[in-house]
């Protein structure tokens, strides 16, 4: 059954620091135990903090960035390079400065990538991608260590908002059309391949994002909140700073 917590940090500086040794530590570990290692990373200011802080630590060097898969949970559907994209921007903050296998690097199609501007055909390639890289048999996507996700004000996750026909769509990956923040195509994973990950971890500074926290740790719905609605298979974990946890029950929080 899967284990939920929540951990509270000072302030962002603090929060991104403690995510990302949090994360090292959990890549180590998944190499220790499978020889490899995958991570889904996530966009936003905090994620960026977190890529820049991961690339600060000297643990950094104690993992084998060759073994290691990366994924995104969203995506912007713009052209490669574009300064808003989840990839341009993990990319500079990180992982440009570490030995990744390129061929491990799995970035969500660009809208002017190979499946053109179609962001319908960029998911289906994208889940066609996760499919090869399952576990051999019937197996739709491949093990994910840590998926890492922001939250939004709305309570969004990943480009999974707030009563989006998206919620209906049982495949792994999606497009999103009409999304309610700029811009307004993108392509996403859905709740349900975001919750066969290992553990996910919900990560959010801010005072802007106090009510959708409290309200999904409160046991919201899923559709109305779908930061409600993301569960690792072996443990949640809510990352956040004293600001974005101003709305929770002191019982709640594990202050750091």
Same mark, same amino acid.
């Given at each position: @059954?899967?284990?939920?917590?929540?951990?509270?940090?000072?302030?962002?500086?603090?929060?991104?620091?403690?995510?990302?040794?949090?994360?090292?530590?959990?890549? %180590?570990?998944?190499?220790?135990?499978?020889?490899? !290692? +995958?991570?889904?990373?996530?966009?936003?200011?905090? $994620? !960026? +903090?977190?890529?820049? *802080?991961?690339?600060?630590?000297?643990?950094?060097?104690?993992?084998?960035?060759?073994?290691?898969?990366?994924?995104?949970?969203?995506?912007? #559907?713009?052209? $490669?390079?574009? =300064?808003?994209?989840?990839?341009?921007?993990?990319?500079?903050?990180?992982?440009?400065?570490?030995?990744?296998? =390129?061929?491990?690097?799995?970035? @969500?199609? +660009?809208?002017?990538?190979? $499946?053109?501007?179609?962001?319908?055909?960029?998911?289906?390639?994208?889940?066609?991608?996760?499919?090869?890289?399952?576990?051999?048999?019937?197996?739709?996507?491949?093990? #994910?260590?840590?998926? @890492?996700?922001?939250?939004?004000?709305?309570?969004?996750?990943?480009?999974? #908002?707030?009563?989006?026909?998206?919620?209906?769509?049982?495949?792994?990956?999606?497009?999103?059309?009409?999304?309610?923040?700029?811009?307004? /195509?993108?392509?996403?994973?859905?709740?349900?391949?975001?919750?066969?990950?290992?553990?996910?971890?919900?990560?959010?500074?801010?005072?802007?994002? *106090?009510?959708? /926290?409290? @309200?999904?740790?409160?046991?919201?719905?899923?559709?109305? %909140? =779908?930061?409600?609605?993301?569960?690792?298979?072996?443990?949640?974990?809510?990352?956040?700073?004293? *600001?974005?946890?101003?709305?929770?029950?002191?019982?709640?929080?594990?202050?750091?």
């Amino acid at each position: @059954m899967s284990e939920t917590s929540v951990a509270v940090h000072a302030d962002a500086e603090l929060l991104a620091q403690a995510v990302a040794a949090r994360l090292l530590v959990k890549l %180590l570990d998944a190499q220790a135990d499978r020889g490899q !290692a +995958a991570v889904v990373l996530t966009g936003g200011r905090i $994620a !960026a +903090a977190v890529y820049r *802080a991961v690339n600060a630590l000297p643990a950094r060097d104690a993992v084998d960035w060759s073994r290691v898969d990366v994924w995104w949970g969203d995506e912007r #559907f713009l052209p $490669a390079g574009d =300064p808003e994209r989840n990839e341009t921007q993990a990319r500079a903050a990180l992982l440009d400065a570490v030995p990744l296998d =390129p061929t491990r690097v799995h970035p @969500m199609p +660009a809208s002017d990538g190979p $499946a053109g501007a179609d962001p319908e055909s960029a998911a289906a390639g994208y889940a066609a991608e996760l499919a090869r890289a399952a576990r051999p048999g019937h197996a739709v996507l491949p093990h #994910f260590d840590v998926l @890492m996700l922001g939250v939004g004000e709305d309570g969004h996750v990943a480009s999974v #908002f707030p009563e989006h026909p998206v919620h209906h769509d049982s495949r792994p990956v999606s497009a999103v059309r009409g999304s309610p923040k700029p811009p307004p /195509v993108r392509t996403t994973l859905t709740l349900p391949a975001i919750n066969t990950a290992e553990e996910v971890w919900l990560v959010a500074s801010g005072a802007d994002k *106090a009510r959708a /926290v409290s @309200m999904a740790l409160a046991g919201a719905g899923p559709v109305q %909140l =779908p930061a409600a609605g993301a569960q690792g298979v072996g443990r949640t974990l809510w990352l956040l700073d004293r *600001a974005a946890a101003a709305d929770i029950p002191p019982r709640l929080r594990s202050l750091r």
